[in-house]
């Protein structure tokens, strides 16, 4: 009958249903890939990229077919569900003695939890009284790009830091607190809090959200702004001049923002 959805083949929902199970359990193979040789961070890249792969293959079109904003949505949630696990399990895999619940970033703060309850009811009345601003996929797919950027780069900031990676600003340097340079450091200063930057605003505009566009581009952009300043001043007490040499050859990555100045 026109219009209607394709039919879904018997039994398939259930064997979707159990490879999703499978995949979920198969990160129980982690320690076999360790065993076999390979080093930690090899061995979860690996088993990422496999993972996604699978979950392409898996989820292709034209299985399931829903209206645009559905996908937009999905994207988001899919966003929004890796980059608080992966902080978790990158803190895991290189900083373990800073270990704790709190690595998720899930309470970071009451703004932070704000902005998100923000977004999603911008996005529902929206998608209730304007449908047609949750139609431009060419937007969406940008804010897509932004995210992936985002999330790439501030893995491997975390990644490249090691055990020098913290999610709260140091007070005291500790005997094994070096100043990292190289990698994505020698790209900018703060290249974790670049990839939060642009990851935050490229979940709304994934979602097709105008008015928390705006607002998030603001709110992070100072947030980032005190959060520089605040850890340089920190980074100057630890390591002197060093950083003070450093500052001034590699920038900060974030627009409009130089960091603490410095009287001489």
Request: net charge neutral; with cysteine.
């Amino acid at each position: 009958m026109a219009g209607c959805a394709a039919r879904v083949p018997p039994g398939s929902e259930a064997r979707l249903s159990l490879a999703t199970f499978l995949l979920g359990a198969s990160v129980l193979a982690l320690p076999l890939l360790t065993r076999a040789g390979l080093q930690g961070r090899t061995g979860l890249a690996l088993y990422v990229a496999g993972l996604n792969a699978l979950l392409l293959l898996l989820y292709r079109p034209p299985r399931y077919q829903s209206p645009t904003s559905f996908l937009f949505l999905n994207r988001y949630v899919c966003s929004l569900s890796l980059f608080h696990y992966s902080e978790y399990l990158v803190t895991a895999v290189n900083n373990p003695k800073s270990l704790s619940l709190d690595s998720f970033l899930l309470n970071h703060s009451l703004e932070y939890t704000v902005a998100a309850l923000s977004s999603w009811i911008e996005f529902t009345l929206e998608n209730i009284f304007w449908p047609e601003l949750k139609q431009i996929t060419w937007l969406s797919t940008t804010g897509l790009l932004m995210v992936v950027f985002g999330e790439c780069l501030r893995k491997a900031a975390m990644f490249t830091a090691g055990s020098n990676f913290n999610h709260v600003v140091q007070s005291e340097k500790s005997d094994t607190h070096t100043l990292v340079t190289s990698g994505v450091y020698a790209w900018f200063r703060h290249p974790s809090y670049v990839g939060w930057f642009y990851w935050s605003i490229g979940t709304q505009v994934m979602l097709c959200n105008p008015i928390c566009g705006v607002v998030y581009a603001l709110t992070v952009w100072r947030f980032f702004r005190d959060r520089t300043e605040e850890e340089e001043i920190s980074l100057i007490h630890f390591f002197g001049e060093e950083y003070l040499e450093y500052k001034k050859r590699v920038p900060t990555g974030l627009p409009f923002i130089k960091g603490v100045k410095v009287e001489l």
